[in-house]
């Protein structure tokens, strides 16, 4: 078995302790986990095309974005390493970068459990409950998925009421 496990700022520890509790225990037979964060490059590249076309002739070393494609690169490592030590078994760590719902999908390519959070309203149940990013993964993963929730779930009083009944 071969577990994905899409690591996020605000989800990570949820999606971590659910593979936990879902995965074999290691040993013979392990499953082969594999920890993803993705990193969206469209903030630095919006970075490095406001200085270029404003700011930055004559001066590429004062370039925004390179600060920023450096701290992204070492959030990531950090997010990487302590999900890793959430996890508390061997894990492949692959950190990725481009546009994320796509890359998540790409990396779930072969892959026998995918294991991803909530992202979007945490307050009611429904399909507001999943960001776009999530919601895209979740309708085009290619293996099955586990979709948890980052904190308790609310209750069934946030369901909508049913609709009125006809005329």
């Keep these: 078995m071969i577990a994905l496990i899409w690591i996020t700022e605000g989800t990570w520890r ?3 302790d659910a593979a936990r509790a879902q995965l074999p225990p290691g ?3 392990e499953a082969e986990v ?3 964060h993705v990193t969206d490059d469209q903030i630095a590249g919006a970075a490095h095309a406001a200085f270029a076309g404003l700011l930055g002739r004559g001066h590429p070393e004062r370039d ?3 600060r920023m494609e450096e701290l992204a690169r070492s959030a990531a490592a950090d997010l990487l390493e302590a999900a890793a030590a959430r996890l508390d078994r061997p894990a492949v760590r692959l950190d990725r970068h481009g546009r994320v719902e796509h890359e998540v999908v790409r990396a779930a390519e072969g892959v026998d459990l995918l294991v991803c959070a ?3 309203d945490r307050d009611r149940l429904g399909p507001h409950s ?3 990013a999530t919601r895209f993964v979740v309708d085009h993963a290619p293996c099955a998925v586990l979709l948890v929730w980052p904190a ?3 209750g069934l009083d946030s369901l909508p ?7």
């Excluded at 009421?161 to 005329?167: G, L, Q, T």
Aim: zero cysteines.
């Design 161 to 167: 009421p049913p609709p009125p009944p006809p005329h």
């Design 27 to 29: 040993g013979a037979g």
């Design 64 to 66: 925004p974005g390179d």
């Design 130 to 132: 999943l960001g776009h």
């Design 118 to 120: 909530r992202d979007g």
């Design 34 to 36: 594999r920890l993803l």
């Design 152 to 154: 308790p779930a609310p």
């Design 14 to 16: 949820s999606t971590v």
